[in-house]
T-cell receptor, first 112, second 115 residues
Framework: GQQLNQSPQSMFIQEGEDVSMNCTSS?????WLWYKQDPGEGPVLLIALYKAGELTSNGRLTAQFGITRKDSFLNISASIPSDVGIYFCAGFSSGSARQLTFGSGTQLTVLP | EAGVAQSPRYKIIEKRQSVAFWCNPI?????LYWYQQILGQGPKLLIQ????????DSQLPKDRFSAERLKGVDSTLKIQPAKLEDSAVYLC?????????????FGPGTRLTVL
């Protein structure tokens, strides 16, 4: 099946710092999504990207759909304690358009 | 609008036992998904329903897993018999339309521990 390589696996940052995480694939993806999962909860959609080169913001979050359609990144600016959680990239590939493929996640810890 | 409901939230069983999970999607949502999320990994799709029909079950281990969505509303996922490697969180999600790329709304999941 399709695989998404997400990095870094975990991050420890100070409150107020910016953070960046990315996702790469060997296959072309038609849609890139970024989710956040809090402990004991299901993933919640943060940002959806539908076109190569697209740059989309949601408050302090900004995500981009890579030009090659094989990567995406998520930036969080001015981190706050409630940003703590696991961030997943996900997408629909050109070869498996019905199945949503998830990355392995980035565990974010924000230190006060 | 009420979210996706799942029960039970936690289940502990011994290997070779059977277990069933229940999901009630958001009212009016046409598509329902079951995912398996092993600790430290992202969710993996097991099965997708549109109304009460199966759209994709290519990653469902059919020798032990089964799922149904009677009347196109709520759904049950069953494991029989369970193996140690089935320990995971089982997430249910629903989508408003029949379009597979439509936004999926996830429930809180059922955490299964197989001893």
């Amino acid at each position: 099946g399709q695989q998404l390589n997400q990095s870094p696996q975990s991050m420890f940052i100070q409150e107020g710092e910016d953070v960046s995480m990315n996702c790469t694939s060997s296959s072309i993806f038609n849609t890139w999504l970024w989710y956040k999962q809090d402990p004991g909860e299901g993933p919640v959609l943060l940002i959806a990207l539908y076109k190569a080169g697209e740059l989309t913001s949601n408050g302090r979050l900004t995500a981009q759909f890579g030009i090659t359609r094989k990567d995406s990144f998520l930036n969080i600016s001015a981190s706050i304690p409630s940003d703590v959680g696991i961030y997943f990239c996900a997408g629909f590939s050109s070869g498996s358009a019905r199945q949503l493929t998830f990355g392995s996640g980035t565990q974010l810890t924000v230190l006060p | 609008e009420a979210g996706v409901a799942q029960s039970p939230r936690y289940k502990i069983i011994e290997k070779r036992q059977s277990v069933a999970f229940w999901c009630n999607p958001i009212s009016g949502h046409a598509t329902l998904y079951w995912y398996q999320q092993i600790l430290g990994q992202g969710p993996k799709l097991l099965i997708q329903f549109q109304n009460n029909g199966v759209v994709d079950d290519s990653q469902l281990p059919k020798d032990r897993f089964s799922a149904e969505r009677l009347k196109g509303v709520d759904s049950t996922l069953k494991i029989q018999p369970a193996k140690l490697e089935d320990s995971a969180v089982y997430l249910c999600a629903s989508g408003r339309t029949r379009i597979s790329t439509d936004t999926q709304y996830f429930g809180p999941g059922t955490r299964l521990t197989v001893l």
